[in-house]
């Protein structure tokens, strides 16, 4: 059964810096392009970044563009997401899925709060 795991998000003053990690499981991770997305309230879930199999970034959403990183280990199916000089507009909830067609499934997302 394919699964998604997303965690490291949390609350975290305005200029501060998370790391958020997804676990894959059930998928064959290591040929597809996977990203992070996030749903901020009131809003449709937006791609915010996306990296391709052999580990090279290819989206960053303008909004985030200089301030976060997309990564990835096909040795453990994962992909992280550091976060740096967040914003209060960052406040969302984060997903991890396929980058370019998200699955039809998601996983439980994690919360990340900027605010002072």
């Known amino acids: 059964q394919a699964q998604l795991v997303e965690s490291g998000g949390g609350l975290v003053q305005p200029g501060g810096s998370l790391r958020l990690s997804c676990t894959t499981s059930g998928i064959v991770f290591s040929i597809l392009t996977m990203g992070w997305y996030r749903q901020a309230p009131g809003k449709q879930r937006e791609l915010v970044a996306a990296?391709?199999?052999?580990?090279?970034?290819?989206y960053v959403a303008d909004s985030v563009e200089g301030r976060f990183t997309i990564s990835r280990d096909n040795n453990k199916n994962t992909v992280s997401l550091q976060m740096n000089s967040l914003k209060p507009e960052d406040t969302a909830v984060y997903y991890c899925n396929r980058g370019n067609v998200p699955f039809t499934f998601w996983g439980q997302g994690t919360q990340v709060t900027v605010s002072s």
């Open positions: 990296v391709t199999p052999t580990g090279s970034t290819n």
